[in-house]
């Protein structure tokens, strides 16, 4: 069972480069996440996407942008990486029944460091 | 203002001991579920358990209950034996019904740390 694969685990980018986060998921569920986790801070909302062709911005989507052109996939792009954007993130995904109970199902995160 | 508030920034426990994290809320929206998560120290992040805001009774998972007192907006989770292995981090979330947009908030975390 893959559920929800995030990757790379871990890159180090310098200040004004680009990167892709890829997640996918097989699950079939339609919202995916983006969160970054800073220390102390617990987690916070980048950009969400509730079905495939659609998506919104989190609280803190400066800096980042997402596509979503299938259910399975959710890439998150960083242009012009900067120091602030050293975090862990993670993609997540859950189903949606018209509900409040679905869990949230996480991928294992990327460390990203920018220098 | 937050939505979600875990006032403990660190405990610690006697192994085989109970232990309750604290966890309190905020919303005007009568529909929300409340979920619990670990992550240990590799960094995943483990959904433990889930109380629905219409559930008559608490929740409860194994060795983890869930004290869910609607009236005061707390959804503290109770841990009970605790084990070495239940070091780690612990994430109270809400996500909201009917006004939401179904949209999960974290809380800013527990480190619970068991000790032998």
């Known amino acids: 069972n893959a559920g929800v694969t995030q990757t790379p685990k871990f890159r180090i980018l310098k200040i004004g480069q680009s990167m892709t986060l890829q997640c996918t998921q097989d699950?079939?569920?339609?919202?995916m996440y983006w969160y970054r986790q800073d220390p102390g801070m617990g987690l916070k909302l980048i950009y969400y996407s509730v079905g495939a062709g659609i998506t919104d911005k989190g609280e803190v989507p400066n800096g980042y942008n997402v596509s979503r052109s299938t259910t399975e996939d959710f890439p998150l792009r960083l242009e012009l990486a900067a120091p602030s954007q050293t975090s862990v993130y993670f993609c997540?995904?859950?189903?949606?029944?018209?509900?409040?109970?679905?869990?949230?199902?996480f991928g294992n995160g990327t460390r990203l460091t920018v220098t | 203002a937050q939505k979600i508030t875990q006032t403990q920034p660190g405990m610690f426990v006697q192994e085989k001991e109970a232990v309750t994290l604290d966890c309190t809320y905020d919303t005007s929206d009568p529909s929300y579920g409340l979920f619990w998560y670990k992550q240990p120290s590799s960094g995943e992040m483990i959904f433990l358990i889930y109380?629905?805001?219409?559930?008559?009774q608490n929740a409860t998972e194994g060795r983890y209950s869930l004290n869910f007192q609607k009236a005061r907006k707390s959804a503290n989770l109770v841990i009970s034996a605790s084990q070495l292995g239940d070091s780690a981090m612990y994430f109270c979330a809400m996500r909201e019904g009917s006004r939401g947009s179904y949209i999960p908030t974290f809380g800013r975390g527990t480190s619970l740390i068991v000790h032998p």
């Open positions: 109380q629905g805001s219409y559930d008559q």
């Open positions: 997540a995904s859950s189903d949606f029944a018209g509900s409040s109970n679905s869990p949230l199902h």
């Open positions: 699950m079939n569920h339609n919202y």
